[in-house]
């Protein structure tokens, strides 16, 4: 993968100064975007949440929405200047010569059609073929994507699909009348590792086919693995542009490198993310935090043990009375002050254990003991008074949040132990809440507001501080930051160290993505099918890998 | 769309589904006709004179004696009951107090009338409904606003008094339409556009809401990246989706409807279960309440079952449930 | 769109152009218009009746209006009466009464035969008469008209002879009613439900198909010889078949026959009256029932009405004049009597029910009723002057009903408080027989001045099995029904008279009842509906002479 | 499903689809508003807009068509119909606002019952619902009616039994949907009791949207309630009830369409303006959580 294939061949897509807004007097979302992508080259716009980038891509395909306007001096696709372009030119250029990938292939396919028609239906549009000669070529299409027996999955709907399969069939339906240029936007968010690794490599095969790639993400990792070149937007504009290597090895903004310093993966523990509030923007990121208390937490106590879980099993009942292991006899121990990352694929049972932990299910075999004491099974009324031991924090906060309630009640009622209004216990609440809010780094502002108006990260540290607030030693966080952009989850996962120290408090550490969890994690429990495959101290799963699934979940997770 | 082209052992949890399903039904039914025998029991008034057309009609005591034995009032209660239910599951639904005929071959009658009916609302309907929401949703403020303007409007209008309207305007008026219901097709056009226009109503908010929906989602926009029109979106893809809630809510349209030909049987004069029941209700005429509120509930629920198994077949994601 | 208002003035006038019309084309459709050719031969007519379909098509099985007007069609009595108020032969050719009053002999047709092919004999006499008075027949109106008949013999085939307990000056009358048309008796043998289904007769048209809750189809009896002595042709009739249809939505019925969806319909509302009279396609027959007004009943028999001053009082303080005229536009006189105007013996007084509020609150400060509450009625010890007037929804049309509430409204100033009750027919039976009214509008149709003994004989007072009495006024006066029981003997027409003129003048005089007008009986029909005419027995409508100018 | 669960559902998606978005009333909302302003007014003092006794007869006047001097004319007892119409707001809305009390009433019930005791009592309530729906709506208000009598009491009634399983099934299934709510459990991890989070989260939470639900409701009711009447089931004639009036009205229809046209007019207009309102607050609602 070189730079040198842009300058070479002349550019498929010649993107000259694009501005794009939203509504007759609406401030411009995308400013003076310029860029090139050559045949057989990849280029992938970079930027978090609100950069302007999905808008970017949609305008080229001139579907950046009914109430948008759009100037540039030039948006030419092989040579074809699409500005002029009209609505039924438009639709011989899109499927045609220009195929979209969208995020989330469940939404994108149409859940009442089978996917072989969705995958048809671009040629039904675009060539003259026989309705048979059309499904011989769905077929074909389907294979090249990799499509285990496709004969059965046309007449299956994007619900009947797994993740991975369903991109595929998305992939297959833009790549149908193989298009000049393949426009991915967030092609593998949401989707578990090791799928994310084939579906980039298919992308990388189209690439080498000759397809010139416009590659959308917010995840640098991801995009290092294909991109030739990377472009990064930020507020609508391109603040950096180059070689991949070039870009992630030595940044020239301040703010890529913020986003690169911001990426977990490969970083050792307690190393900080984020830039803190004020240091100066040319900060790089590992002055933050000297990588010192490493060895310091290797003397920590590894004896005492916060939370055990003992071969625990929980077996769900299918709608057709079959049941299913969710948790096969699991076996985890949380040592005192120290984090344990759970790993595992969606659907291997993760979320179950964390449910298990916090007591909110009851295991059909097995037990969870919190400080020896028993903890599960055990009656409610007898786990209440000891529930303030352990605290949670979930991945949709804002859905953990009573709707009614500003960010003060919230607070104030996990800070009291639900005590009404007036009561004694109330008494000091107020400072109690303030110190919560500096803890997590929140204004006073933000009392009054509730969640629904907060940012995603606010939200999150509003969970954290709720979490806290019954001074629990252990906290479970399941998937705590899979909802955040970058450099936020960056800020997220710091303030989580930050707090370890502080409170030493274990954390129970639970994500699909095993870079974080490498981050965070002392050590690492790696789950598959409910049941823990392997459970070693970080270094060593990273190093020496036991079982395949760690080996394959390792390969398939990206890193600069 | 169906079992054969779903994976396997689909077949099998819908067949079981359906079982459950039907099972649950005739538990319905069987409550109904309980529900229905002793709710009428409350009615003030001795049943005898009710069949001997009231007490005007100077009925002797002896002929009284005679009604209750023959139908069987000197029982007691409980047996009366049973042998109601023993008759019933023989599909013998009795013979009415005050048309004095069997009860079967008098919804027999009824029957086709009012369903033919509700079937021609409810397609006028949802035509309507449909080209209302197709409409409205081409972009635009003044159509959203129109189309659901026209909804709310529709779905609050009483059915008497669109009833009258129209006689007033399309038969006094105009002389276009016969204002009561005769044996013609003519005759049938100001009876189903009365049931039909609320009903339109109900159906056209969903459609439209669900329309939308469809219109802004994803699989809209890869669609449209394939190449396809917006005509091409609408026919291919939205018009499912704003379908499918409205195909759901077929069972509770019939109810709608039903509770419609109440009123719209008679004031267009028309021979049907509503009218009937209007009559049996008023004459105390204890078998046909019965019999027109079973037919009615039985209807029903074998509706409900049907539409229910049609969008789970429609669309997997009720499968997954 | 909508049809020009309609001011009662206008209204007024245009129902006296009508009335004069009406004189001069006597009680039957007017023909005026020149006929282009003679009767036709053929066709369907339609028929919508407004009436409550009835339950059973045998008019001796309860006996009621409806029942009336179809049986009309297909069943046929032992005599007849003509416009004159005279009897005329129909079935029987002759009769005579016995000396001494206590026996009838009548001499029947020999050459009719029912629809079934079943003869008309004395025998198949003698069984209809045991038919209506065997309880299990459930008959009402003609088990009371057959009150005095004892027993009914078969001198011979032609001659049937009735026995009577008393003398029964009424008996003919009584026999021309349709409730008493004589059935086939193989046909009565077939059971009560299939008799109800398809009676059989020797009228001019035959029960050919029953679709409940819609229609009844009617088709020409081909054999039919028998028409009473004033038909207008003899022969088969002229129609073919008749369809006669239920469409109780007044509104709904009128439209359909603008519409020319049906050819004729009954219980025409007022408005529309006038409305067709303006109308060249539609023409009018209007033929007031016979027997009683329609007319309010004060309940006698329980405060407050057990006082005459206060029934004196409610009649002086109700404002019925205007009511009538604002609601009838003019199609319906006002009665001052307790007989409908057909009534050749009916006697009236204007003078006793003239509208005068001062009178009647003299009067009822006179009866105590002198203080009034905080709503301003007029309360005794505490007790306020209410009451009760059910309303029959099947027996009054809207507009009488509307008329009530006009009532209760004016009676109001006086400090009348009236409640009206909206009943179903059996609910209404009901309140009665329980005696909770004070007030009552009952229709009651029978042929003769012999109505007066029905309802206001102190033996209609005393409620039959199911509860059920005529007397609704509650009238208990022994000189009234000395009266009332030698009327219902004398033979002699003078004294006969003279004695129903004495009844009515105590019914009138003891504030028992408030008159209206006569028991409305509009027909409208499409103005090529030629020979239609209303039998001046219970003036139903026969289609025998009818046919279709088309 | 009742007429009540369809336009909860339409408004729901409404909601989902512009979910956040805060979005100024629209005209329809604004004439709405004022059409219910106007309704209130009338019903709290009828006098100051239509001075004219709606009980006062004029037989010589009757049938006067629509004319400066009577807006909507005079009934066929030369009543003023204006200020009948006027005049029956307030028991129009009383029949349509305390039918849909008593059906929320017990829809709440019901609901709460299956909502909160438990599988067993769930699954039993859930089956008497089913019952009850087997009965479309007017099927069993007119079989109450047979019951009870004829009357406005009995017909408000029966319109509230009738309403009721829609409001049970609604109230249902939020209870059920906040028990499986996130922030319930949260509540559960943070060591509240089974009463607190009812009586702090979930009561609050369902209660809100009732209130909606209600104004929603009352539409319907006022037009079923209307029905009964107009079936001679309901008030009675010389109330100045809307569906009396026009039954009444009816029989006129050919020579004088005011009777009907504008007590008509009435019910679709307030049914109309109150559902409008209601999906707007129900949006507000919904936007909040």
Redesign the interface.
Known sequence: MSAAGATGADPVLRVENLTVGFGASGAAVVEGVSFTVAAGECLALVGESGSGKSVTA?SI?G?AG?RSWQRADAVELSERDLRSLSE?EW??????N???I?Q?AL????????VGREIA??LR??TRLSPAARAARVHELLRSVGMPEPE?RV???S??LSGGLRQRA?IA??I?LDPGLLIADEPTTALDTTVQARILDLLAEQKESGTAVLLISHDLAVVSRVADRVAVLREGRIIETGPTDRVLRNPEEPYTRRLIGAVPTGRPRGERLSVPVGSAPGGSAQRARPAAPVPARATTPRDAVALSVRNVTVRFRG??GSTRLAVDSASVDLHTGTTLGLVGESGSGKTTLARLA?G?IAPDAGEVRVGGEPWNPLAEKHR??V??R???V?Q?SL??????LSVEAILT??AT??ARRGSPARSGAADRVRELLDSVGLPAGVLPA?P?NLSGGQRQRVAIA?AL??RPDILICDEPVSALDVSVQAQVLDLLDELQERHGLSYLFISHDLGVVAHMADRIAVMSEGRIVEMADTDRILAAPQHPFTRRLLDASPRL | MTTD???V?VP??FA?WLLVRSAGALFVLWAVATLTFFAIRLIPGDPAEAILGGPGSQASDEALAAVRAEYGLDQPLAVQYLAALGRLATGDLGTSYSLRTSVSTLLAEQLPGTMLLAALSLSVAWMLALALATWSTR?GRVPAAVGAGLEVVAAALPHFWIAIVLILVFSTGLGWFPPISTAGPAGLVLPVVTLALPLAGFLGSIMRESLLDALE???A?????????EL?VRL??AL??AA?PAIGLSGWAFGFLISGAVVVETIFARPGLGRTLLTAVTARDIPLVIGVVLVVAAAYIVLTVLTDAASRL????LR?? | MFRAPLSPRRAAGGALGLAALLLLTGCSAPDAAPANSGPVTGGTLTYASGDAEPTCLDPHVGGNYPQALISTQYLESLVSKNADGEIIPWLATEWAEAEDGLSWTFTLRDDVMFTDGTPLDAEAVRANIAHLQDPETLSSTGYLALGKVTSTEAVDPSTVRVLLSEPDSALLESLSQPWLAIQSPTAIARGMDENCASPVGTGPFVVEEWNRQNSITLVRNEDYTSPPADAEHDGPAYLERIVWRFLPDSASRYAALQAGEVDMIDNAQPDTIVQAAQDDALEELDAPRPGASNRLELNSGKPPFDDVRVREAFIRSVNVDDAVEGLFFGTAERSYSPLSSVEPLAVGDESLFGFDPEAGAALLDEAGWSERDAEGYRVREGQRLTLRLPVSTNQSIPAEQSLFEQVQATARDAGFEIVLEPLDLSSWYGALAANEYDLVSAPYTKVGPDVLRILYHSDGTTPAPSGYFANHAQVRNPELDAILTEAGQVSDPDRRAELYAEAQRIVLEGFYILPLYDQQNTYLLRSDVRGVRALPTVSAPTLYDAWLDR | MSDLEVSTRIARSATSRRA?TRRSATVGEVVAALVIVFLLLSALLPGAIAPLDPLAIRPLEAFSPPSPGSWFGTDESGRDIFSRVVHGTASSLLIGVSATAIGLGLGLILGTAAGMLGPVVDFSVNRMLEVLFAFPGLLLALFFIVIFGPGVVTATIAVGISTAPGYARIIRGQLVSIRR???V?????????RW?ILY??IL??TL?PIFVLGTLGVGQAIVWAASLSYLGLGAVPPAAEWGAMLAAGRTYISTAWWLTFFPGLFIVLTATAITVLGRRLQQRVRE??
Do not use: C, I, M, W
Request: no cysteine; proline share 8%; glycine share 10%.
């Open positions: 949609r395909l579907l009914a039924r639709r011989s250029v899109r499927g045609r220009v195929g979209l969208l989330d939404a994108s396919l149409d859940p009442l059609r089978p239906d671009a549009l675009h059965l007449k299956q709907r619900g009947e998305l339906s833009a149908a709608p057709n916090l909110l209440r008074p529930r303030a352990v605290g949670a979930y949709d859905a953990s949040f009573d709707p009614r009622d996990a132990g639900g509730r629904l709720r607030a019954p | 082209r779903a994976p052992g099998f949890r079981r972009g989602a994803p699989f926009l890869s669609a449209r990246a394939r190449g396809e029109s091409g291919v893809h499912r989706h499918l429609a669309d997997p994601r997954a449930a | 956040g709510s996130a922030y459990e949260a509540a559960t991890v943070l060591g509240r009791s607190q702090r989260h609050p939470n809100a909040q959580g």
